[in-house]
């Protein structure tokens, strides 16, 4: 008997189990087809930053199966992403540490074609980033 959620509406369980599904399914094309069909937004920069965005939601969501999330996040770390796990997810130190992990889990390096993926943004700063504007910075004169 599965445990309910407290006050989780019965559509916003069939959506979660709808998600987990595709994410379950490793296909980045059918969580395209997903967001498309919700009218979702789709991340710009193409396909490769669609199956960057599944990797990064399998080691988010802690009810998948912790190897597939495990597996997810070795795929992220192998070319030089990060998870988005709370913590959970803890690889060892070193592939020969883990027997278990197969030849396609290496941390081997990236294509080619992902390298842009993960570099600094180009365009303007986040406003966080800036400096303060001349209008908002406070100026003292030391000789006033």
Known sequence: MAIKAPNRSKKLTAYIAERNAVLLTGDWRKLKKFMID???????????VIELTLHKSIT?????????RLKSKRWLIS????????????LPASPSANPAASPEDST???????????????????ASQRPASSSARRTEDPDS
Do not use: C
């Open 38 to 48: 919700r009218n979702m937004p789709l991340p710009s920069g193409g396909d490769e």
């Open 60 to 68: 988010a969501v802690p009810g998948l199966p912790l190897e597939f």
């Open 79 to 90: 070319r030089g992403g990060h998870s988005l796990d709370d913590g959970d997810l803890n």
């Open 108 to 126: 081997s390096p990236p294509p080619a074609r992902s390298e842009y993926l993960l570099s600094e943004p180009e365009g303007p700063e986040p």
